[in-house]
């Protein structure tokens, strides 16, 4: 599964998922672009990863703006050549039934979990298709594929994801452009029990998600990480276009 000398981009790189997804490239040598948009948090996740012996690089900015991915990937290209590997991990999450949903909520959902996504990925692909291909894993989730209450915004964005992964991926298979969706369920995360309502404590919102996932406990950040490194390793070059959850048997219910 070796990732050595691949060249991976990764937004939302410095927090949860995505810091998880950095460290587990960083073990297998990959040269890495960290995206994200807080300083202190993105220093940190830098020194980290600079722990494994590999070759890293910081890059701050609003991943919701098109002219910064063309930026991070035209820049990434410049110094190392190419881009193998582009994981779009950064994502928000806004609780609400669609009375309770306001505009400003919706908007921003779709800004970061799609719009800035689609950005990143059409920036990598027009760099992959003149290098001989890649690969593009989207961080989705299980709520993608299956409805779930008081999160409307969140769910619709993530549809879009695993639609828009299908769709990519059928566009560029020939340029051997694997695109693919990691499909999460409840993940030990601060994102997990953020934005609920205040009368509700995050030892609630655990218990709450433990009880219903069929394996009776929720995933670790690692075992994420470790299924988008698969993804975008050599052995998964003939998997393209799949959405694949990781939720403890909870999309089988």
Not at 10 to 17: E, V
Not at 157 to 182: F, P, R, Y
Not at 193 to 202: C, G, Q, R
Not at 205 to 228: F, H, K, Y
């Amino acid at each position: 599964m070796t990732q050595s000398k691949k060249v991976v981009i990764i937004t939302g790189a410095t927090s949860g998922i995505g810091e998880a997804i950095s460290e587990a490239f960083a073990k297998e040598e990959a040269t890495l672009v960290l995206v994200g948009r807080d300083r202190d948090r993105g220093q940190r996740a830098l020194e980290h990863v600079e722990k494994f012996d590999c070759t890293a690089q910081l890059v701050l900015g609003d991943v919701t703006d098109s002219s910064f991915a063309d930026q991070v990937v035209s820049s990434c290209v410049e110094r190392f050549g190419k881009v193998d590997v582009l994981v779009n991990s950064a994502g928000i999450i806004r609780r609400g039934n669609a009375v309770d949903t306001s505009d400003a909520d919706w908007r921003q959902t779709f800004e970061a979990n799609v719009d800035g996504l689609f950005y990143f990925s059409r920036a990598a692909v027009r760099s992959m298709r003149t290098t001989g291909g890649g690969s593009i894993v989207n961080i989705a989730s299980n709520v993608g594929l299956v409805g779930c209450p008081g999160l409307v915004a969140y769910c619709a964005s993530k549809g879009a994801v695993v639609l828009m992964t299908q769709a990519m991926a059928l566009d560029h298979a020939k340029e051997q452009i694997t695109i693919n969706a990691v499909c999460p369920g409840a993940v030990d995360t601060p994102m997990l029990v953020s934005a609920h309502h205040k009368a509700v404590t995050a030892e609630e919102i655990l218990q709450r998600n433990i009880a219903s996932i069929p394996q009776g406990r929720v995933a670790t950040p690692n075992e994420i990480a470790n299924l988008t490194l698969f993804l975008a390793s050599d052995g998964a070059r003939h998997i393209t276009g799949v959405a694949i959850p990781i939720d403890g048997g909870f999309t089988a219910g």
